[in-house]
């Protein structure tokens, strides 16, 4: 393969991350209630980040783990759908190591280990503004086959 080949290549990939993990975020309803934004996305991987409010609190006044893990969790579905594949989470396992509180920015990142067969490892963190790890995960996605998105509505 020439380089310019090589190049065209990885543009398409980048083009149709973008554009499946965009339209699968306009579809998601919990990031909408919780306000969690979409950011960068490429091949395998995705970010996603969120202002914790003081309705998003626990009784210890921290950010609740449903919530950022919450954040983790969507982090590690649009990685997952990079590919223009469907793809749902079988498991997560999940380390709180930090608290957030309101009116914390948390930013999670989830980047493909592995891809195999059926089966998808992904690594996600969750920092806050200072770049502080509030938690970890691994999670595994199960590759259910199937477009997200048609060929045709990744046509340039």
Known sequence: MTETAAKAGAETAMAVAERVAR?????????????????????????ASLRVTDSMTNPHGTCHGGISFALADAAFSYACVTWNEQAVGQHC?????????PGDILTAKAAEVTRSGRNAIYDITVTDAAGRVVL?????????????????ELEP
């Open 23 to 47: 339209d699968f975020f306009a579809r998601d309803s919990m990031a909408a209630l919780l306000g969690i934004e979409l950011g960068p996305v490429a091949p395998g991987r995705a970010s």
């Open 93 to 101: 396992n999940v380390s709180y190591l930090a608290p957030a509180r």
């Open 136 to 152: 970890t995960c691994r999670g595994v996605a199960f590759i259910k086959g199937g477009a997200i998105l048609p060929p045709e």
